[in-house]
Nanobody, 128 residues
Framework: QVHLVESGGGSVQTGGSLRLSCVASAATYINYCMAWFRQAPGKQREGVASINPTYDHRYYADSVKDRVTISRDNAKKTLYLDMNNLKPEDTAMYYC?????????????????????WGQGTQVTVSS
């Protein structure tokens, strides 16, 4: 069982930065693979970044590559998304999600249906 609590969203100007955090509660936290998703008004949900600690691999959507960094602190059971040089098109509700690592695969790293647990979401608004 996993419970996720997100924070760090807000309103910023174009070019600004934000750090999103997601605190996880899990009996076997180390065995969960996690990701950040976002959904903007009128658009489909999309994967933003994914992390698999088993291989120390990180994956990013092309739309945010080189502008964001996903990381996790196992001691604090916290997932982070550091976002820089934000653009208006980054405006969306951001969600963290988790799935058991034994079911993870590269092809489904950004497939929301594969993630069992979700946070409540935190809003990011970037003004022009």
């Amino acid at each position: 069982q996993v419970h996720l609590v997100e924070s760090g969203g807000g309103s910023v100007q174009t070019g600004g930065s934000l750090r999103l955090s997601c605190v996880a509660s899990a009996a076997t936290y180390i065995n969960y693979c996690m990701a950040w998703f976002r959904q903007a008004p009128g658009k489909q949900r999309e994967g933003v970044a994914s992390i698999n600690p088993t291989y120390d691999h990180r994956y990013y959507a092309d739309s945010v590559k080189d502008r964001v960094t996903i990381s996790r602190d196992n001691a604090k059971k916290t997932l982070y998304l550091d976002m820089n040089n934000l653009k208006p098109e980054d405006t969306a509700m951001y969600y963290c999600a988790a799935q058991q690592c034994h079911s993870w695969s590269y092809s489904t790293r950004f497939n929301g249906a594969k993630y069992t647990y979700w946070g409540q979401g935190t809003q990011v608004t970037v003004s022009s």
